[in-house]
C-alpha cells in the first residue's frame, strides 16, 4: 500500500497521542518486571570458627591440643610433618580434637612423611 506523505504523518500524529498512555503503561511494566526479575545476591557465609587459614592461628586457639589439616572433600585430617598437611586444594587447619567432633577421621593408611 502507498500513502501520501500528509496521510502518514496526521495518521502518526493521531496515533502517537492515542499511544502515549499504552507507551506509558509499557514502559513502567517493563520497568517493574526487571526489578521483579533480578536474582537475590547471597551473603556470604560466616567463617567457621573452629577453622584457620594458618596453623599458627590454629595453634593459638589451641594450645594443648594438636592441630592438623582437614581436607574438606574426603573429611580426612593429615598431621604436621605428613606429605599431606597443608597441601591438599580444599582444606583448612583446625585442633585435633574439634576435627573429630565435626566428622574428621585420620587417614586409614599411615602417611609418609614430607
Do not use: I, R
Amino acid at each position: 500500500m502507498k500513502f501520501k506523505l500528509a496521510t502518514v504523518v496526521a495518521l502518526a500524529a493521531m496515533t502517537s497521542v492515542a499511544l502515549a498512555p499504552a507507551a506509558t503503561f509499557a514502559a513502567s511494566t517493563t520497568a517493574t518486571t526487571t526489578a521483579t526479575t533480578a536474582k537475590p545476591v547471597k551473603a556470604p557465609a560466616a567463617p567457621d570458627p573452629k577453622q584457620f587459614t594458618t596453623d599458627t592461628a590454629a595453634a593459638a586457639t589451641c594450645p594443648k591440643d594438636v592441630v592438623v589439616w582437614v581436607n574438606l572433600s574426603s573429611k580426612v585430617w593429615h598431621l604436621k610433618g605428613t606429605k599431606s598437611y597443608g597441601t591438599t586444594k580444599h582444606g583448612t587447619f583446625m585442633c585435633e580434637t574439634d576435627a573429630t567432633a565435626e566428622g574428621f577421621h585420620a587417614p586409614k593408611k599411615p602417611e609418609k612423611q614430607a
